[in-house]
Nanobody, 125 residues
């Protein structure tokens, strides 16, 4: 049974918004979780992370546009994406690790224990 399951992807025009969700009864309550993305032909890259104390980390290319948050009532990790650009087109993955704090290594793929299957986001110009 998958430990993290993403939803909410879709197609949007540049400048638009989307909200991604990741349900996880294992990680949302109390552990570090993150969003990554991978475009065709490119390596998977970190987008944002949030820890037990709800401290957040963001990649420079999404600062001011994306917001990561947790909804404890729904056991859900969310990614609110605003002012989307064509270069944001990618498959977005949710990940979790059994650690309270994300730490300085939050952007490393190897930091995380479980990954979802991903959800596609396509931004047209």
């Amino acid at each position: 049974q998958p430990q993290v399951v993403e939803s909410g992807g879709g197609s949007v025009e540049a400048g638009g918004s989307l909200t991604l969700s990741c349900i996880s009864t294992k990680y949302v309550r109390g552990y570090c979780m993150a969003w990554f993305r991978q475009a065709p032909g490119k390596e998977r890259e970190a987008v944002a992370a949030i820890d037990k104390a709800e401290r957040t980390n963001y990649a420079d290319f999404v600062k001011g546009r994306f917001t990561i948050s947790k909804d404890y009532g729904k056991n859900t990790l969310n990614l609110q994406m605003n002012s989307l650009k064509p270069e944001d087109t990618a498959r977005y993955f949710c990940a979790g690790v059994l650690a309270y704090w994300c730490g300085g290594g939050w952007s490393g793929v190897g930091r995380y224990d479980d990954w979802g299957q991903g959800t596609q986001v396509t931004v047209s110009s």
